[in-house]
């Protein structure tokens, strides 16, 4: 069964830095891109950062963009967010979820987010 | 940016009921989008991908269809395990894929 579990998560002051880690199991980790989603109190997902399996390819959400950093470790199976310059605006829980395979064609594209972490709390508050 | 407009916001059914959501995108999308169920405290669930295929072990009950800039969610026969809140996802322009406000459903 796949696993994702984060951890990192945590009380810290506007402009202080916080690290995100998932940890995946039962999965060919370096087969799937990989994404940080984030939810708000009260509000709907929104997907701020995405890597490819290789590492090469990614993506950030304007309201993240060069704050946030995504990175993963192969080898350790892996997924990382370093978030810095934080704001009380990025309080939310944060979610790491499998997005797509690295190798797809036709519909195998578009398969949505299958497996989901449990999420991990970040506050931001003097 | 693809926008999605989910109606409604607040839904609230008897159990037995055949209820629909609709999810609006501001421009065609094709049929790549994507139906979550999240309940309070938990991660969303994917239920539905590209507009009308069921993920593996999610109830009959759910089912998805539209293309193009209109979707629908419909749940036939709503159980009381049902509520929750559910998303739309558009995985057409992608990254990112924007998800919609959100359908909270709840028991009458």
């Known amino acids: 069964q796949v696993q994702l579990v984060e951890s990192g998560g945590g009380l810290v002051k506007p402009g202080g830095s916080l690290r995100l880690s998932c940890a995946a199991s039962a999965i060919k980790f370096n087969d799937y891109y990989m994404g940080w989603i984030r939810q708000a109190p009260g509000k709907g997902p929104e997907y701020i950062a995405y890597i490819s399996g290789s590492g090469g390819t990614i993506f950030y959400a304007d309201s993240v963009r060069g704050r946030f950093t995504v990175s993963r470790d192969n080898t350790k199976k892996s997924l990382y967010l370093q978030m810095n310059s934080l704001r009380a605006e990025d309080t939310a829980v944060y979610y790491c979820?499998?997005?797509?395979?690295?190798?797809?064609?036709?519909?195998?594209?578009?398969?949505?987010?299958?497996?989901w972490g449990q999420g991990t709390l970040v506050t931001v508050s003097s | 940016d693809i926008q999605l407009t989910q109606s409604p916001s607040f839904l609230s059914a008897s159990v037995g009921d055949r209820v629909t959501i609709t999810c609006r995108a501001s421009?065609?999308?094709?049929?790549?989008l994507a139906w979550y169920q999240q309940k309070p405290g938990k991660a969303p669930k994917l239920l539905i991908y590209v507009a009308s295929t069921l993920q593996s072990g999610v109830p009959s009950r759910f089912s998805g269809s539209g293309s193009g800039t209109e979707f629908t969610l419909t749940i036939s026969g709503l159980q009381p395990e049902d509520i929750a809140t559910y998303y739309c996802?558009?995985?057409?322009?992608?990254?990112?894929?924007?998800f919609g406000q959100g359908t909270k459903l709840e028991i009458k």
């Open positions: 996802q558009q995985l057409n322009s992608y990254p990112p894929g924007s």
């Open positions: 421009r065609g999308i094709s049929t790549f």
């Open positions: 979820a499998r997005d797509r395979p690295q190798e797809c064609s036709g519909v195998g594209c578009y398969v949505g987010l299958q497996y």
